[in-house]
């Protein structure tokens, strides 16, 4: 048995201890997906910690129909999306390099800010798809399970996005 799936046990029999190690292992990932799909580091913090609350008050309800991981990014999309909804926090062009890469060249870093800057002016539903594929790795099937849609709807609104970029990014591209 994994030491994951032997933390989910004992977290669900209701080990506080077991469920903090759980979340140690996805806090990185969770504040990701909520910094990226707010674009603002304090909404992303507060986001997450909602998150892990109602993940921690939902485990009983946990079936292990998903990964852990799938079902906590499900409850951190559905936190997003709630919270921005909630709260009407528009995109903001935060331009912080939190984790610079040394072995980054400018242009590569230029590149990323406008690629970055064009995800963020993407409509909830298709930046949701972006960030979980193209920056966190999820397959389709695992992006299906947390925005709770068919896998076809995934992949035309992953299509559509990657369209909406290209025209965003058209003059970058020609330039």
């Avoid at 032997?6 to 903090?20: C, I, N, R, T």
């Avoid at 759980?22 to 969770?30: A, R, T």
Wanted: proline residues 2%; contains cysteine; positive net charge.
């Amino acid at each position: 048995m994994s030491d994951e799936k032997q933390l989910l046990e004992q977290a669900q029999l209701g080990d506080k201890a077991a469920f903090g190690q759980l979340i140690d292992l996805h806090k990185d990932k969770v504040i990701n997906i909520a910094y990226k799909l707010s674009n603002n580091y304090e909404a992303a913090q507060d986001i997450a910690q909602e998150s892990f609350i109602k993940a921690y008050t939902k485990l009983s309800s946990f079936k292990k129909e998903a990964s852990f991981m799938t079902w906590l990014y499900r409850v951190t999309y559905n936190t997003a999306c709630n919270y921005l909804r909630k709260n009407k926090v528009k995109t903001l062009f935060l331009h912080e390099n939190i984790a610079l890469d040394p072995k980054e060249t400018p242009e590569e870093a230029e590149l990323k800010d406008i690629v970055n800057e064009a995800v963020e002016i993407l409509p909830l539903k298709l930046k949701a798809v972006v960030v979980l594929r193209d920056y966190e790795g999820l397959t389709y099937k695992e992006i299906a399970q947390v925005i709770k849609r068919p896998i076809g709807t995934v992949e035309s609104r992953l299509a559509r996005a990657r369209i909406k970029l290209k025209e965003l990014l058209a003059d970058y591209i020609k330039g």
